[in-house]
């Protein structure tokens, strides 16, 4: 039977009461209400409870920015309340029904600062004092400039106060709100409604609900040695008992010719691949064996299309010496542990599959490339990013490369010149179908 959905709100403890307040019905999971005192702790907080809780919401623009860029790798699912421009509206009209002699002027609104303008907007709203955002557009600003963003806003609005160039500002995140209280300024929070909390809440546990559904889907992994004599496979064969022990994994082995294939679930494959990022596995048997080991992990609909799957990402990763995942719709991912893990689509165009054959190479390999390249918003390539992108030797990313320029779907361009000594690196142009076109 599976257990009680646990989801966690994360807030600054100035938002606590009110969402406290607004939760409606949580009979289908139990809800923690979890404090952070600045965005800074955000980031930490998140990666500690990941394991705790099956979901999060993280109310509040700046929040979510700091999340995305602070846990780029987070697991589990998360919901996110935002706020816009949108939402000044209610206040400003309730605000003029009150007292039809306030001056708009004399108002700011944090949301000016952390949302883009509409195009279209309510024609009062143009009255508010309008605080310009950062000259940094904040998808190119830094976890640290991020995390700040409050106390910038709240720096600017002092300065105006300060001035006497505003009466009040109506804010959209409760840590901006107890900055300003803290400064004695007055304001005016927008909080989410409660029909928008709920929505939030029940759309996170449907989330939940779907993952632990797909959670269950068959898995096999395929462990592959380099060498084959009966005392290595006995080697093996503990080391993989011993991490099945040492990490509650649900392992079911059996012989195979290049190792074993071990039988488990997709739940235990993203646990112990860091949710498709990482090997541990292989690190493991890595540093407890002196063969090398290579490791393909296949999720499918049926135990037999998991199989299927493990035995093709074995092969990738024997070809290259890592591990590789294909899941339950064909993508590809790999090589694990790289700095450049890439996701490959299921099944090759017709154009891919048509290069492929002219030029001699697999389609994967075509898959690849073309993802590489589009990754990097270019066709302009050399061998040594290539070998670099796909983590294998400058000799294989010369072959492949020669192979496109001889199939007519490459030429050379010109020599890069390099700072070290020796000749200048080759330039390919990449004319696949879907290749973005770079400059030189």
């Not at 024609?123 to 409050?150: H, K, N, R, T």
């Not at 300024?185 to 632990?212: N, S, T």
């Not at 649900?250 to 039988?263: A, E, R, T, V």
């Not at 790999?334 to 890439?342: E, F, M, T």
Request: hydrophobic share 35%; charged share 20%.
């Amino acid at each position: 039977m599976l257990s009680r959905i646990q989801v966690a709100f994360l807030l600054p403890e100035f938002s606590l009461p009110i969402f406290k307040q607004s939760l409606l019905d949580t009979k289908n999971c139990a809800v923690s209400f979890l404090s952070y005192h600045h965005l800074q702790e955000l980031p930490k907080l998140c990666l500690q409870l990941e394991s705790e809780y099956d979901g999060f919401v993280i109310p509040y623009l700046s929040a979510n920015r700091v999340f995305k860029k602070g846990c780029p790798k987070f697991s589990k699912p998360v919901v996110f309340i935002t706020e816009d421009l949108t939402d000044l509206s209610p206040v400003l009209f309730e605000m003029l029904i009150k007292n039809r002699s306030s001056d708009l002027s004399r108002i700011t609104a944090e949301a000016f600062y952390t949302t883009c303008r509409p195009e279209e907007q309510v024609d009062f709203m143009e009255q508010l004092y309008q605080i310009d955002p950062p000259a940094v557009p904040y998808e190119q600003m830094s976890l640290e400039q991020l995390c700040q963003i409050e106390d910038e806003f709240v720096h600017i609005v002092q300065k105006l106060w300060n001035n006497k160039r505003i009466d009040l500002v109506i804010c959209s995140s409760g840590g901006t709100a107890q900055l300003l209280e803290q400064s004695s300024i007055p304001y005016q929070l927008i909080y989410p409604m409660p029909h928008q909390i709920q929505q939030a809440l029940d759309f996170l546990v449907h989330k939940i609900m779907l993952r632990r559904t797909k959670d269950s889907l068959s898995a096999v992994i395929s462990v592959s040695a380099s060498g084959s004599a009966d005392s290595q496979m006995k080697h093996l064969h503990k080391c993989l008992m011993d991490f099945n022990r040492e990490n509650v994994t649900d392992f079911l082995l059996q012989k195979s010719p290049h190792g074993f294939d071990i039988y488990t679930n997709l739940n235990t494959v993203r646990r112990i691949t860091n949710g498709f990022s990482a090997c541990r596995l292989r690190h493991y048997l890595c540093e407890h064996l002196d063969t090398g080991i290579c490791i393909g992990y296949g999720i499918g609909n049926s135990v037999s299309e998991a199989m299927e799957n493990a035995q093709d990402a074995g092969h990738e990763a024997r070809s290259g010496g890592s591990s590789y995942i294909i899941t339950e719709s064909g993508e590809r991912i790999g090589p694990l542990d790289s700095q450049h893990i890439l996701t490959l689509p299921g099944d090759p165009s017709p154009e891919q599959q048509e290069a492929a054959h002219r030029c001699g190479l697999s389609p994967i390999t075509i898959q690849k490339l073309c993802s590489v390249l589009q990754i990097m918003q270019t066709n302009i390539i050399t061998s040594r990013e290539l070998a670099s992108k796909l983590d294998v030797t400058v000799v294989n990313a010369n072959r492949v490369l020669n192979s496109l320029v001889e199939g007519g779907y490459a030429e050379t361009t010109f020599n890069k010149s390099t700072i070290s000594r020796g000749r200048p690196s080759k330039v390919y142009r990449i004319n696949l179908p879907g290749v973005p076109k770079g400059n030189e």
